[in-house]
């Protein structure tokens, strides 16, 4: 298949990439590098870089005949949207509609979006279904959820075949550390453990008065090989039986961030020093994934998600940095 994967310079879109050009297919990445690393991109892939707010950048990139689209490129950060909505839904939206609708244009279809969980809010049911009622605590998850309406309508009035993906928490790295978690700023867990390690400071712990058994929130985490695994079986879904489709991806069993501390702190063999702040607004006591629906639909079964193994391969990744 020849895919095209816009985002492929980031974190979860460089190991897409490479796991595409592992299996035989032939990869087109789209980039601006504005979040993106451009040492991060296979050399086996064909980079365009540019943004896809601009219609003219996108349009070109259809002179291609792809297979699908496995749409990565967006920004991230749940704080930072808080502070400016408008540079979220305008990247965001904006982006994800001139691909789909230049995909369109081409007579192209099969749309892999990369969603979050963040699209639930504050969950009332753990683990959190797919049908789950919808509310955002941020712009960021809002835009998300607009995405993922966008597609059903054109799923309604235009045919398009598309899986949204709604991620828990990616994390982990190659086995032997030659890819990994990088984002500027960083706001994840476990890359900044590590990085207080390495550097020798004082890590920031948010919360320890949630409604856990440790006090500290808990989260399901996805290893990254693990995800982009599930973006290969959605693309394949949408081959077999078309249509809209929306998924989470997850593991089903949370981990305090007392447990990753430990985790950190057994890997490296180093004693993290914690600083102990209140928790962050809006960050729910528990996010676990209720993950029957990819399991009996696509038959998906993480294989690299123990924490152990998160852990250990993000190790590896940040002592060479």
Same mark, same amino acid.
């Given at each position: 298949?020849?895919?095209?994967?816009?985002?492929?310079? @980031? $974190?979860?879109?460089?190991?897409?990439?490479?796991?595409?050009?592992?299996?035989?297919?032939?990869?087109?990445?789209?980039?601006?590098?504005?979040?993106?690393?451009?040492?991060?991109?296979?050399?086996?892939?064909?980079?365009?870089?540019?943004?896809?707010?601009?219609?003219?950048?996108?349009?070109?990139?259809?002179?291609?005949?792809?297979? @699908?689209?496995?749409?990565?490129?967006?920004?991230?950060?749940?704080?930072?949207?808080?502070?400016? %909505?408008? /540079?979220?839904?305008?990247?965001?939206? +904006?982006? +994800? !509609?001139?691909?789909?609708?230049?995909?369109?244009?081409?007579?192209?279809?099969?749309?892999?979006?990369?969603?979050?969980?963040?699209?639930?809010?504050?969950?009332?049911?753990?683990?959190?279904?797919?049908?789950?009622?919808?509310? %955002?605590?941020?712009?960021?998850?809002?835009?998300?959820?607009?995405?993922?309406?966008?597609?059903?309508?054109?799923?309604?009035?235009?045919? &398009?075949?598309?899986?949204? #993906?709604? $991620?828990?928490?990616?994390?982990?790295?190659?086995?032997?550390?030659? !890819?990994?978690?990088?984002? =500027? %700023?960083?706001?994840?867990?476990?890359?900044?453990?590590?990085?207080?390690?390495?550097?020798?400071?004082?890590?920031?712990?948010?919360?320890?008065? $949630?409604?856990?058994?440790?006090?500290?929130?808990?989260?399901?985490?996805?290893?990254? &090989?693990?995800?982009?695994?599930?973006?290969?079986?959605?693309?394949?879904?949408?081959? /077999?039986?078309?249509?809209?489709?929306? $998924?989470?991806?997850?593991? @089903?069993?949370?981990?305090?961030?007392?447990?990753? &501390?430990?985790?950190?702190?057994?890997?490296?063999?180093?004693?993290?020093?914690?600083?102990?702040?209140?928790?962050?607004?809006?960050?729910?006591?528990?996010?676990?994934?209720?993950?029957?629906?990819?399991? =009996?639909? #696509?038959?998906?079964?993480?294989?690299?998600?123990?924490?152990?193994?998160?852990?250990? =391969?993000?190790?590896?990744?940040?002592? /060479?940095?």
């Amino acid at each position: 298949m020849k895919i095209l994967v816009t985002g492929g310079a @980031g $974190y979860i879109g460089s190991f897409m990439v490479r796991h595409l050009l592992d299996n035989n297919h032939s990869v087109v990445v789209a980039d601006s590098l504005e979040k993106g690393y451009e040492d991060a991109i296979d050399s086996r892939a064909e980079f365009k870089k540019g943004d896809l707010r601009d219609l003219g950048f996108v349009s070109s990139l259809f002179r291609y005949r792809f297979d @699908g689209v496995i749409h990565f490129a967006a920004y991230i950060s749940m704080g930072e949207s808080m502070e400016n %909505p408008f /540079k979220y839904f305008d990247n965001n939206i +904006s982006a +994800s !509609l001139n691909v789909v609708e230049e995909m369109l244009r081409a007579g192209q279809n099969n749309f892999i979006f990369s969603s979050t969980a963040g699209v639930y809010g504050n969950p009332t049911k753990i683990p959190i279904p797919e049908d789950h009622q919808k509310s %955002p605590e941020n712009p960021y998850g809002e835009s998300k959820l607009m995405v993922e309406k966008i597609l059903s309508w054109y799923g309604k009035t235009k045919g &398009l075949n598309s899986v949204c #993906l709604r $991620y828990f928490n990616a994390a982990g790295a190659a086995a032997d550390g030659s !890819l990994g978690e990088r984002h =500027t %700023p960083e706001s994840h867990i476990i890359p900044n453990i590590m990085k207080s390690l390495l550097r020798q400071e004082e890590f920031t712990l948010f919360g320890t008065d $949630y409604q856990t058994p440790d006090g500290t929130c808990i989260r399901d985490y996805i290893h990254v &090989l693990d995800l982009v695994a599930a973006h290969v079986l959605a693309l394949e879904k949408l081959q /077999k039986d078309p249509g809209t489709y929306q $998924y989470n991806v997850g593991t @089903g069993k949370g981990y305090s961030n007392k447990e990753v &501390l430990e985790a950190v702190e057994k890997v490296s063999g180093q004693k993290v020093q914690v600083q102990y702040s209140k928790r962050r607004p809006g960050d729910a006591d528990q996010l676990i994934a209720d993950v029957t629906k990819i399991s =009996t639909a #696509l038959g998906f079964s993480p294989k690299y998600s123990d924490l152990e193994t998160i852990v250990k =391969t993000a190790w590896e990744w940040h002592k /060479k940095q």
